[in-house]
């Protein structure tokens, strides 16, 4: 009994030490309203173009890449985000761009050229961090977590946002 | 042409300030402060009750573990934010999340040995009766519980992902504030049943971004401690002190236990609960409706020095009983103040009504077999608070309010779904969830 005693002490201290139960509950509920994770930092360079860095570490079993988003609207920080970077061609905006680098989770930089960039104003952006649904893609009667042969109508069909950074702003000129 | 312009000048002047209506609409809504979030003495006061809720569910059910879950959310919700991109400030949507978490164990530390132990009847891991039985008298039992409840506002933030479709995520936004309660329990049975815990009140700016850095530093964290004390668990006294006074006390008395200690009650008698509770509820903060004493050389940017208190103390009766499967439920509350109390806004005295509070709520279990429940449950209530038209756009100070909740437990598993109006529950919670709907789910896992 007393062994079993101080095992179960011991456990609810090494618990309640290092995350408070108020932080578990918030962080349950910021998984399932997909809550902003993880900073990133953005600016403009004259003749680049926006370049955007962040440092998500994403693990490799679900990834599908990396999406980079911007405010649709200039100067309107709650305005709805659109996609203008992915590794497939998602989007016919036309700030939209395809970076094959992006679907390599080691990746941590995009450049927005300047040739896709909207009109000067202030702009926010965000990275997201998406994942493969898990799905029997090989239609073998059991689930994976990835398709073997991953392609565009697969990725639009079948992934979601796993993880998304908080936002930067940025001033167009 | 003449006559044509003598109508298109009003028709643009009317057709000018119907489109001024409908798009500023938005910024035409009440717009809300979560002043009252502040307010650390009132958190403190909630996640007590849900602890103290949680340790019924464990005694009453004979657990020794027990991990719980509750999410909350209350809509609509507008407030003045600042929009870096305008350079300006504007109403901006946002949804009030509240989430609770608890973990508390509970086991013997002595067992008297039993002249006749019961060992005949096997175990069935559907039928609770057969592995969850009472404590045995004399015994002493030890437990310990962390848990924690966190409020804060988020924003959501509407993501467009071309043909892969459309999403969402959120933005912590404003001050997140999180309550953690460390505590021990002793249980001499069925004599003693004691609480102390320290609560642990901890407000977190979120960054610019709409991330939160967290750190939970105990040494850092303002803390109020608790005490509680029941006898026979019929008479309890629980407690709460902050660093340099007692902020709140109550003490209970169940009637129809403590006449069950010398005497057989009869089944007919519902259980009945009489309790006295006094609470230094108003103390000239910011977020209080009223000032104390007087209004004269006051305001919210006053020091503590200069801060008066009154105390309010209420007085409740709870009825409850079960007919088979059909359980009722109702409580009244009465209320007065220790001192004058005057409405920031008109400087007039505010005269408390007698009744605060009263509810009634209506339960009919589904299913009829030891261990497992499906019940439906319905509520009213009606609710009195001064702070109700000061924190929303609400005329008066009381108002009517229901619930509806739909209860399942299984021997390990209960989960739990909630709809609310005006409850009085969730508004003595958080007076700005007033008319607003409220959405609640919560599960657990025992053992």
Redesign the interface.
Known sequence: ?PNK?IQ??LL?AI??AN????????Y???E?????????SAHYEAGTGVIVEWDANPGNDSFAGY?I?M?????????????VG?CYD????PY?QIDANLDNPSTSRFVHQTGNLPQS????Y?V?VIEWDERDYNNDGEDEKKPSSPDESL??LY???AD??????VEIP | MRALHHYIIPFIVLLCIHLFAVNTGSFAQYVYEASTLHNAASRSQTVQQIFYQRWDTIFSNYLHFDAYIHLNWVYDFYVNSYNRGTGTTQAVPMRLVRTFSDIALLFPVYTPVTETPDEAQPVDITDVSTFRKPWVDNSILLGFTACGYHYGLTRTVDINRGSAGTESASDYAFSQFFDDIVAITAVFVPYVTLHAGIVFNQQIEPNEDGTLDYNFDPSTITKRYFTSVSLYNTLTWRSTAAKDRLESYDISLNITQFLSITTTIPSYLPQITIGYKKYQKYNDEPYDPVWVSTASGKSNTMSDSLKQHATLYTYYTTLSKNFGNFFLATSIELQHVDKTIVDKRTEQKVSLPVMRLWWAKAGYDLMDRPGWDFIVWLGVNKFYDPAMSYHSKHSDNDTGGWFAMIDGTSPYITLSIKASYNDYSELDKLIEAIDKYIIEGSASFRI
């Not at chain 1, 995350?19 to 918030?26: E, F, G, I, P, R």
């Not at chain 1, 104003?121 to 926010?124: D, L, N, S």
């Open positions: 009994m005693f179960i002490l609810w618990v309640t995350v408070a139960c108020s932080y578990v509950a918030d349950i509920e910021g399932i309203t997909n809550r902003a994770r993880f900073s990133i999406e988003y405010t649709k609207e200039a100067n309107n920080e709650f305005a709805e985000y659109i996609v992915a998602i989007s016919t905006s939209f104003g202030i702009y926010f965000r997201g990725y639009e992934t979601n946002i998304i950074s908080g936002s930067a702003m």
